[in-house]
């Protein structure tokens, strides 16, 4: 494989990652992942973002520099936006085959470059304003976007090329095979990126959206012509889509506006839940809002955090176990918290066998989310005819809170 031509100084390499190795240790990638690098050269050359090794990405980076007649014993300068070690752990052996490499980062960037890395020398820190200059006409200047999502992060502005080297922000899951650029995706393949772009933002960003926010505001002015993310896709027709996409999901836990459907998320350990949730789905339905479904654990946390994230209303389902909350709908919550899915409207419904308990924890789990809430309904063992017709109406009324009625 080739590195892929931006501009006449800057190249894109990258390794398609395939792996059963869930990302972060955490999210499942059945499609993969990329790790996006970008070669500016101006007399100089510079190696902004790196990878870990990881299912060949050293090989797969190794085969694209030669194309372009690199290596890693020929970078000058490597600009390191992120410090996570997805885009960092292969910085000792790159030190090690080209010991002169200046390493440029934020402050806190070369405090871990120092701490985490114990690299100690060629180290150059970098703030908002500062520029690196490679010769030919070719600047590179930096911007801090602190918390997109760790606090050393910053992205790198090619202003003669308009091209926003952008790492963390802006990324998706998804592998690319031998494309990279926006314009070279069917309709159907840029709807399978959408997704997995919310996705990867719900997973790994959503706790940060009002950070997200300020950046979109700070970065604005620049109208970059490409966006280059060190994961998915490269935006050289239509950059503007993706800023869109993540201004959205920034909004969708900082008081923007919501999808109107609903997410259903249930477990039931007999069957007797599932009928409750059969009844509520029947009165969503009668009001014509749309639904997602999610049963834990059968579907990862992954997929189910990316639902709830953009729905205004959520409908959580789930027994009594053992005096408390079905344990993986706990779990499900606790990620809700983190990741900061908030301001839904919502209900709770459930069974239990010998005794009540699990609205006790809920109760206590959902103040953080402020989530406007239903009056809950809660039976026991099999629902009669009566609860059942509740939980209809229950259905109806938070499909009208959805729509705004």
Known sequence: MKAH????????VHADIHSDERFEGIWPIPDGVTLNSYVVRGAK???????????????????????????????DYLVLNHLEPDHTAFLNEIRSRNPGVQILSTTKGIAMVR?????????????????????????????????IHWPETMMTWDASDRILFSCDGFGSYGALGDRMFDDEFSPEEHAFFEGESLRYYANIVASFSTFVKKALEKLGPLDPAVIAPSHGIVWRKNPKEICDRYAKYAGYNTGGPLEREICVI?????????????????????????????????????????????????VIAMPTYEYKMFPPMAHVLDIFERKHVTGK????????????????EYDEKIPPLKWTCLEPVEWQGIPTDEELSL???????????????
């Open 5 to 12: 031509k931006i501009s006449d100084s800057v190249h894109a």
């Open 391 to 405: 939980m209809t109406e229950r259905g109806r009324e938070l499909a009208r809170a959805v729509k705004g009625e």
């Open 115 to 147: 701490n985490f890395f114990k690299i100690t020398d060629n180290l150059r820190e970098v703030k908002t304003g500062d520029s690196l200059d490679l010769g030919d006409g070719k600047v590179l200047e930096f911007f801090e976007t602190p918390n």
């Open 45 to 75: 050359t510079a190696l902004i973002d790196l990878i870990k090794d990881w299912s060949g990405s050293v090989g797969q980076f190794e085969e694209q520099l030669a194309s372009i007649g690199l290596s890693f014993e020929k970078i």
């Open 266 to 314: 249930w477990g039931s350990m007999y069957g007797y839940t599932k009928r409750g949730v059969d009844a509520v789905v029947a009165g969503i339905e009668a009001e014509g809002v749309r639904c997602t479904f999610r049963r834990v654990p059968d579907t990862d946390l992954s997929y189910v955090l990316a639902d709830a994230y953009k729905a205004a209303g959520i």
């Open 345 to 360: 409207h919502a209900l709770r419904i459930g069974s239990w066998g010998w005794v009540g308990g699990a609205k006790k």
